[in-house]
């Protein structure tokens, strides 16, 4: 009755109320809370504009792709998941993201999941994501982007009836591996980079259907001025985040040492060049 699945090994030493709270909110879009992140970039901007000069090829998707996963190596509860009322620990981390092969309107969208090793740096994972997007502009699709595409071109009552059972072998982890693998709703963390594109960002909201808890956008890097510890006021580069995530995971005081730790990674852009299962110091007072 109790066991692991093949993606996640079932949380046993948790609290009561981390046990019991999946059954009060059976539904991932039942439990999901928000939070609006700002954080100051204007050390990793510095960082940045140095690498660039020798890596024309670096963008800030880059950086912020390699902070999360250096954030969810150091907080292992944010890769947690909830299914059929259960608490999961995932077996590797994943990031998942939609791209477009092209901006115009009618342009088709693809899923993309990178996975990530405890080895990888800021080198591994720029490697990764440009690998990625060159295999979308050739138009390649994987198992998962294969079929949607031909469930898509169904009549509706097929259709419906082949999602019903998806989701029910979902549910029951009978998925095939082709299509759990590279499905982004089975990642540690959905990513969205609306600063790419000069927007803001937004909350989007979680599904109930696979096992991915937190879903974050990325807004463009605007200045801003800003009251510094001393009373001064600066202008400041600061980017936003907005974040959705399952509070069934992890607890509140959990999520805001985590905001902490990517503002202390920020402040100290080199920790992106060591691996991103290397501990981070964290620099965290907690008031009551």
């Known amino acids: 009755m109790f066991k692991n699945r093949r993606d996640g090994k079932l949380v046993k030493d948790t609290d009561p109320m981390h046990i019991l709270m999946p059954h009060l909110m059976p539904n991932r ?19 940045y504009e140095k690498r660039k000069k020798k890596e024309e090829d670096l963008t800030y ?5 390699t902070m999360i996963v250096k954030v969810l190596y150091n907080k292992p509860y944010l890769n947690r998941f909830v299914i059929n009322k259960r608490l999961y620990e995932r077996n ?6 939609t791209a477009k092969v092209n901006y115009e309107d009618k ?39 294969g079929v949607m595409n031909t469930v898509a071109k169904l009549p509706k009552f097929l259709r ?30 959905i990513v969205s980079n609306l600063g790419s594109i000069h927007g803001g960002s937004i909350y989007h909201h979680l599904t109930d259907f696979g096992t991915s808890s937190i879903l974050t956008t990325i807004g ?11 009373g001064k006021e600066e202008i400041r580069d600061i980017c936003s985040f907005g974040i959705n995530l399952d509070e069934r995971i992890a607890d509140g005081v959990y999520f805001i040492k985590c905001s902490k730790l990517i503002q202390d990674i920020l402040n100290n852009p080199k920790l992106l060049e060591d691996k991103v299962s290397t501990k981070v110091e964290e620099n965290i007072k907690l008031k009551y």
């Open 61 to 65: 998707f880059h950086l912020f792709m």
């Open 92 to 97: 590797e981390i994943s990031i998942a993201y």
């Open 220 to 230: 463009e890097i605007k200045k801003e001025k800003v009251l510094m510890p001393d």
């Open 107 to 145: 342009a088709k969208e693809t899923l993309v999941v990178m996975k990530f090793s405890p080895d990888d740096t800021l080198d591994t994972i720029k490697e990764k994501v440009l690998k990625s997007v060159k295999t979308i502009r050739k138009g390649n699709d994987n198992g998962t982007n």
């Open 29 to 47: 879009c039942d439990s999901d809370v928000y939070m609006d992140l700002k954080v100051d970039v204007t050390e990793l901007v510095k960082y």
């Open 160 to 189: 419906t009836f082949i999602v019903g059972i998806v989701k029910w072998m979902d549910r029951n982890d009978l998925l095939p591996k082709d299509l759990r693998d590279d499905n982004l709703y089975y990642s540690s963390m």
